[in-house]
Every structure is written in structure tokens, then in C-alpha cells.
């Protein structure tokens, strides 16, 4: 497993940018966060305490105040916010060249499972002018929550870092990013921002996998019961099929999804760390369904977004009727993850376990909220 960090700006009138920084002899000392907040004096705890009041609430989502229904304007914080040259905007305002240097951004740079999500038509970016830099933003009351990291070669990582810490100094804001690797945690640290585990990402090593032994022995009986009750898997090409044939799947995956989600807590799609159901938006997602034999009826599908220009893929998205065999997703997935093995992938991406472990990191600005409410 991989650890994912959560950062907030917690930004103080003194505490300067990484540019001011830069042309500053005057030592700070770091402060661990990822999360940047207003530069307002009265929001702002000690700072021996790492606390910010205003920034350490809950954050709800739910599906009556769904983030990206809010509004499908650009979000117009003044002339000092586009001196900055940051501008968020809804991604189905793009223009056809913009969203394809977007996507493209995502799938060279997106290094998480929730990277590639990105390109979804319901969510805002920020997109650099030159189109060397972006990120994915859902704008909610005044935070914006950003998933899916930094998308830019890691020589731009520090620009864009500045750039949100002052959006955030200047709107009054709380900026929120979420999946940060280890490796670009010190840059927001050095920053001043709050950091915060946020849980742990299951990658798989396909060169290390091979299904073998006891550990594996559960997913050979589920796989061996689903193809002695008659399924079979594959992978739809949905870019190469005709529009009368991807109608028709296109409405057994709206089906099989409403199926899936009837019964549980959340009965409507979430939208921070994971995807929606988008069919006509796939772009470079892979789509695998597992199918009756005989009637050729879809059973279950699960959708698989590039990371690392596909070296890797996160099963970030899977559904299943609620007829299906047992043991039909565990049959699914094993299928899938052949699949990519067949095409000598490097890893394989479960998606993240939310709140794992966060008890165990603790630095100079890290949340309590999630440090210890959010503890499993």
C-alpha cells in the first residue's frame, strides 16, 4: 500500500508564499498540512497548536448538495485572483482544444486512482494558459476540494503549489487537495500547509502477482464457481462500436448501477475521491463487463482509469445486478487484473482505503479531525 495525504492552506498573514520564499533569506520553520485556509487573523489558532478553527469542521457530502450542481459558471474571484493566473472553471466550458490538453494532462501526470476523474464533464479545473498544468476542482461553499493531485511534470508542482496558496490568502478560501504522494508532501509542507493522512492506496505489483498459494485461494474458488455458473468476461472497445450497439450497453450500465446503489447507505453517486458513471465520456477508461454466456445479459462492469500514461490502472469503478452469481465482482476483477498483466502493466490501483492509519502521522500542522475522528 501506498500512503495518500490530505492537505489544507492554513495560511497566516506572516507565513509567506513559496515565490516570497524563494527571494527571503529569513528561515520558517515547516508546518505539516495540506490544506491551505483564509489569511483571516480571527480564523487562525496558535500556531504552536497546528489548529485552525474555521478549517478543522466536518466537510459533508450529500447527495441533496452535491458539489458540482451548485453552478456551471467559472468562479469569478476578481482582479487580484487573475493577476494570479489562476481561473477555475467548469470542464464542460472548454473549449475542444483545452479539454484535450486536460485529458491529456491527466493521463500523463495522474500518478492516483482518482486522477483521470479529472476529465468528468460535472467537475471545475484550473487549467494553466499554457497548458502545462492542471488540476481537478469541486468548488463547495468556500472550500475547494482538490482530487487527483497536481497534473504537470514535477518541475511545475511548486508553481501551482503558490499559486493555490495565494488564491487562498486572497479569496479568503480553504483549498483542500487530496491524494498527495510522499514524495510531494514536503513541498506543501515547506509551504506551511496542514497535512493530514488521509488513508492508504492498494496497489498491486503485477510483475510479483501470480494467484498462487493460500493467500489467493478465495478469489480461484469465487473465479472457478462464476464460470462453472455460466459467465464469461470481457473488455468492451466502446471507442470502435457502432451507436445502436453502445445504446443498448449503455443502458444495462445505468441499470446495473441503479441496482447496485438501491440498497446501500448512499443510494446516488458521490463525487470528491470517486468517479460517476459517465458512458458517453470515457475517453481513454476502459470498460470490462462479465456477461451471461448463453443470454450475453451484462451481470457487472467495472471501469479502469489510466495513472502514470498507463503503466498503471485503478479499478476505480465497479457494479453489479443484484441477481448476479456470488462472487461475480471478486470474478470480474481477477479477469481485469489478467488483463493488464497480459499487457505487462506495472501496477494495479484498488483505489483508496479512506482513514487507514491516520492516527499514525503527526506533524506540526496536522488535523485532529482527521488524525483521530476519522480513525478506523
Known amino acids: 500500500m501506498h500512503t495518500c495525504w490530505r492537505v489544507r492552506s492554513s495560511i497566516l498573514n506572516d507565513h509567506p508564499t513559496l515565490s516570497e520564499r524563494r527571494h527571503s533569506s529569513t528561515e520558517h520553520s515547516p508546518s505539516v498540512a495540506a490544506e491551505s485556509h483564509a489569511a483571516d487573523p480571527a480564523s487562525a489558532a496558535p500556531e504552536e497548536e497546528g489548529l485552525l478553527s474555521g478549517?478543522?469542521?466536518?466537510?459533508?457530502?450529500?447527495?441533496?448538495?452535491?458539489?458540482?450542481?451548485?453552478?456551471?459558471?467559472?468562479?469569478?474571484?476578481?482582479?487580484?485572483v487573475n493577476e494570479i493566473g489562476l481561473q477555475i472553471r467548469p470542464v464542460q466550458s472548454l473549449s475542444q482544444a483545452e479539454f484535450a490538453a486536460l485529458e491529456?494532462?491527466?493521463?500523463?501526470?495522474?500518478?492516483?486512482?482518482?486522477?483521470?476523474?479529472?476529465?468528468?464533464?460535472?467537475?471545475?479545473?484550473?487549467?494553466?494558459?499554457?497548458?502545462?498544468?492542471?488540476?481537478?476542482?469541486?468548488?463547495?461553499?468556500?472550500?475547494?476540494?482538490?482530487?487527483?493531485?497536481?497534473?504537470?511534470?514535477?518541475?511545475?508542482?511548486?508553481?501551482?503549489?503558490?499559486?493555490?496558496?495565494?488564491?487562498?490568502?486572497?479569496?479568503?478560501?480553504?483549498?483542500?487537495?487530496?491524494?498527495?504522494?510522499?514524495?510531494?508532501?514536503?513541498?506543501?509542507?515547506?509551504?506551511?500547509?496542514?497535512?493530514?493522512?488521509?488513508?492508504?492506496?492498494?496497489?498491486?505489483?503485477?510483475?510479483?502477482?501470480?494467484?498462487?498459494?493460500?493467500?489467493?485461494?478465495?478469489?480461484?474458488?469465487?473465479?472457478?464457481?462464476?464460470?462453472?455458473?455460466?459467465?464469461?468476461?470481457?473488455?468492451?472497445?466502446?471507442?470502435?462500436?457502432?451507436?445502436?450497439?453502445?445504446?443498448?450497453?449503455?443502458?444495462?450500465?445505468?441499470?446495473i448501477q441503479a441496482e447496485d446503489l438501491q440498497d446501500r447507505i448512499y443510494a446516488q453517486e458521490m463525487s470528491l475521491l470517486v468517479g460517476r458513471l459517465e458512458p458517453d465520456n470515457l475517453q481513454r477508461r476502459r470498460l470490462f463487463v462479465a456477461e451471461d454466456r448463453q443470454s450475453g445479459r451484462i451481470?457487472?462492469?467495472?471501469?479502469?482509469?489510466?495513472?502514470?500514461?498507463?503503466?498503471?490502472?485503478?479499478?476505480?469503478?465497479?457494479?453489479?445486478?443484484?441477481?448476479?452469481?456470488?462472487?461475480?465482482?471478486?470474478?470480474?476483477?481477477?479477469?481485469?487484473?489478467?488483463?493488464?498483466r497480459s499487457e505487462d502493466v506495472d501496477e494495479v490501483s484498488l483505489c483508496l482505503i479512506p482513514w487507514k492509519d491516520c492516527h499514525t502521522y503527526r506533524g506540526p500542522r496536522t488535523s485532529p479531525l482527521v488524525r483521530h475522528g476519522m480513525t478506523l
Open 55 to 80: 478549517a478543522d469542521r466536518p466537510i459533508h457530502l450529500t447527495p441533496s448538495r452535491r458539489p458540482a450542481e451548485q453552478s456551471h459558471d467559472s468562479i469569478d474571484n476578481g482582479d487580484e
Open 104 to 255: 491529456q494532462l491527466a493521463f500523463k501526470y495522474g500518478r492516483y486512482s482518482d486522477s483521470y476523474l479529472a476529465v468528468e464533464q460535472q467537475r471545475h479545473c484550473y487549467l494553466s494558459a499554457d497548458h502545462q498544468a492542471a488540476v481537478s476542482v469541486i468548488p463547495m461553499g468556500r472550500v475547494l476540494h482538490i482530487s487527483g493531485g497536481i497534473l504537470a511534470a514535477p518541475e511545475h508542482h511548486a508553481q501551482v503549489i503558490d499559486q493555490l496558496q495565494t488564491y487562498a490568502a486572497r479569496t479568503g478560501q480553504t483549498v483542500a487537495c487530496y491524494s498527495i504522494g510522499d514524495d510531494k508532501r514536503p513541498l506543501f509542507e515547506d509551504a506551511g500547509w496542514e497535512v493530514s493522512k488521509l488513508g492508504e492506496d492498494t496497489l498491486l505489483s503485477l510483475k510479483d502477482l501470480s494467484w498462487t498459494g493460500k493467500p489467493f485461494e478465495w478469489v480461484r474458488r469465487q473465479e472457478n464457481y462464476c464460470g462453472r455458473a455460466g459467465l464469461v468476461s470481457r473488455e468492451i472497445a466502446h471507442r470502435e462500436m457502432e451507436s445502436t450497439e453502445w445504446q443498448q450497453i449503455r443502458q444495462e450500465l445505468f441499470e
Open 299 to 340: 451481470q457487472a462492469f467495472v471501469i479502469a482509469n489510466p495513472m502514470n500514461a498507463g503503466r498503471g490502472w485503478s479499478l476505480e469503478m465497479y457494479r453489479k445486478r443484484a441477481s448476479t452469481p456470488r462472487g461475480t465482482m471478486p470474478f470480474l476483477l481477477k479477469r481485469t487484473i489478467d488483463t493488464f
